[in-house]
């Protein structure tokens, strides 16, 4: 068979080909009588699924170069390490990041992370530490709060006994401490337990509530300009004192904690001493 003119385009195709080469456009065959005249007609081009010829020389036109390929990925991989080494710049050696409470994540989340450190932090602002109560901002107080009493529940789920049922746990205010002798400083939230105890024998039975007081105490808060907080949460401080409650049947509790904000006052400034305390606890709601 002789060479194809292409009636679309013109462009003489070898023998063989039923599509041209360029344009895409199909061969029709038609013999005559004698079976020695063919005459040619052109159609639309075969969409991608009829003709893989049309398909092959495409992409060979388009086909991109290898080392341009190599160029591009190492492109990629130095541009993703100097992000990671920002992102990394961001935080202090041994301080995870947590946003504000306008964001998504909370304190308590921030703790809930697997970093050795966590932080109420957001920015590489300039910093210092907090020298009085009034230095650090209302809502990263509460947002503190929460994370007292995220800890105080899992210790109950943790290792109360039988018989005890947590009713109530809210936040009575806080003491703030400094040493003029010393950098740093300390800061104790205090709360306001609940506790209800319940226990029978074959005899008589108990119910009853009580309520006691608890803490958590967090050292050498730092303050940055955009009043973000720089904490070690890892780090805290837990009563020392023990509130007891007798059923008067043979069955007694023992909670962590103090029955007065009197004898946690007391019992932080024994562990203390030489520190100066602002008293912030809301007389009130400690009744």
């Known amino acids: 068979m002789d060479e194809i003119k292409c009636p679309k385009c013109g462009t003489v195709n070898p023998a063989g080909r039923t599509t041209c080469v360029e344009c895409g456009a199909s061969f029709e065959e038609d ?109 990263k107080l509460n947002m503190l709060s929460m994370y007292g009493e995220d800890i105080y529940k899992k210790s109950v789920a943790a290792n109360w006994k039988a018989g005890s049922t947590l009713k109530d746990i809210q936040s009575v205010g806080y003491l703030f401490l400094t040493n003029e002798n010393e950098e740093g400083n300390k800061l104790y939230l205090i709360y306001k337990v609940t506790v209800k105890n319940e226990y029978v024998d074959s005899d008589d039975s108990y119910s009853g509530e009580s309520s006691f007081f608890w803490y958590t105490g967090y050292k050498d808060i730092v303050v940055k300009e955009d009043g973000s907080l720089n904490i070690d949460f890892d780090k805290y401080e837990a009563p020392v004192g023990t509130f007891k409650v007798d059923s008067g049947l043979g069955e007694t509790w023992s909670y962590d904690g103090w029955k007065s904000t009197d004898e946690i006052i007391a019992g932080i400034t024994t562990i203390n001493p030489g520190f100066d305390i602002e008293d912030h606890i809301d007389k009130a709601a400690a009744k």
């Open 31 to 139: 013999y005559d009588a004698n079976g020695s005249t063919i005459k040619l007609k052109a159609s639309m081009a075969p969409s991608k699924h009829d003709n893989h010829d049309v398909i092959d020389d495409s992409a060979k036109k388009r086909k991109i170069p290898v080392p341009a390929l190599v160029a591009v990925a190492s492109i990629i991989v130095i541009v993703g390490i100097i992000a990671s080494s920002f992102s990394k710049s961001g935080k202090k050696d041994g301080a995870a990041s947590a946003k504000d409470t306008s964001s998504e994540t909370t304190a308590v989340e921030a703790v809930n992370n697997d970093s050795e450190e966590s932080s109420i932090a957001s920015s590489e602002a300039s910093s210092e530490f907090a020298s009085t109560l009034s230095d650090i901002r209302e809502d």
